[in-house]
């Protein structure tokens, strides 16, 4: 175990991120978890555990975090400076620096939405030719080695579950607790945020000719206390770093405080109306008529966040958190 993470088993007060000249202070945000064994998890664990598949038939595989490797906290803090001009312009105090909800929406921006140097991109039209193809990595190290030896140069190619987990290895890093989430049945259509339309003709062929509709997608969670939206006690934020169409053209997006998505608060956070459709769009799909009339024939109001899940704390199976996200379908929401 390295020296940082030796600081971070033994340290019982709050501390935060500034790098000036030789000071270096590391976010103790995960102290608020209170439960030893989610602190465990959430910050000290560099094994993790990357879910795909379908909700029915769910598939994992291993991923490496390695927030305590040598080198790795230079990196970070490079990923800071080089992000700096994002919100703020200019990083001459960095004072900025303080606050976890501007550290995580830098490193949410870094990770593949920057335009120069962001650490990783995504192929156009899965074209991965001329970089590794995106489902080869197994862990963060190589890739973020690979961004900062290389000046800063975006690693071809990544995907969404290397994205949240580069983001993730990151956030550890600082001392912010962070985990990978993967929803199931994630909606890509930017025409209509709340529900997606399918046009099919009489054969059953799909006329839209590109996918509404992904079997999976994969974010990042981490554990803050927003003072910008008045918490006082610390909770999950969820921070999507894969860039999306979003009908003002592509981008991460997040924070946004997970509690305001199941409760459809979508106006009190960053980026609530994306969020919120991402786990509760509804699908239509429309017949397409040989007089260009378009018939209504299907439509379900529960295919996008059918299941959320994450790694289980101590375990290598996976724990489901669709609740956290919303409702059951029917439930009554008492106030």
């Given amino acids: 175990m390295s020296a940082l993470a030796v600081i971070f088993s033994i340290c019982k007060s709050h501390l935060v991120v500034t790098h000036i000249s030789d000071v270096l202070e590391i976010f103790m945000s995960f ?8 602190r465990e998890e959430y910050v000290l664990n560099e094994h993790g555990i990357l879910y795909e598949g379908v909700h029915k ?14 080198g790795i906290l230079d990196i970070c803090l490079k990923i800071l400076d080089m992000g700096a001009s994002y919100h703020h312009g200019s990083d001459r105090d960095h004072c900025w620096r303080n606050d976890p909800v501007h550290v995580s929406m830098v490193v949410n921006h870094m990770i593949s939405s920057h335009t120069t140097n962001s650490i990783m991109k995504i192929p156009e039209n899965n074209d991965y030719l001329k970089g590794t193809k995106p489902f080869s990595w197994n862990g963060s190290i190589p890739i973020l080695q690979q961004w900062y030896n290389g000046r800063c140069r975006p690693v071809r190619y990544g995907y969404c579950g290397s994205l949240a987990s580069v983001m993730c290895t990151v956030m550890r890093c600082l001392g912010i607790p962070s985990r990978v989430v993967t929803n199931f049945c994630f909606p890509c259509s930017t025409e209509n945020p709340l529900g997606i339309n399918e046009i099919f003709d009489c054969t059953g062929k799909n006329l839209c000719g590109k996918d509404k509709l992904w079997r999976y997608h994969c974010w990042n969670e981490s554990w803050m206390a927003r003072r910008d939206i008045n918490q006082c006690c610390g909770d999950w934020q969820c921070l999507d770093p894969t860039p999306l169409e979003t009908g003002r053209g592509s981008a991460c997006s997040g924070p946004t405080w997970v509690r305001s998505i199941r409760e459809g608060e979508l106006d009190l956070d960053y980026d609530g109306h994306h969020m919120f459709s991402r786990v509760n769009s509804n699908y239509v799909g429309w017949l397409s008529q040989n007089n260009g009339k378009r018939t209504k024939f299907f439509c379900d109001t529960w295919p996008c966040g059918q299941r959320l899940i994450t790694k289980s704390i101590g375990s290598e199976q996976f724990e489901d958190i669709t609740g956290a996200y919303k409702y059951e379908l029917g439930m009554m929401k008492v106030y």
């Avoid at 608020?32 to 064994?37: E, F, I, P, R």
């Fill in 31 to 38: 102290l608020t978890l209170g439960v030893q064994a989610h």
């Fill in 57 to 70: 038939h769910i598939t994992s595989r291993p991923w490496h975090f390695g927030q305590f490797e040598d």
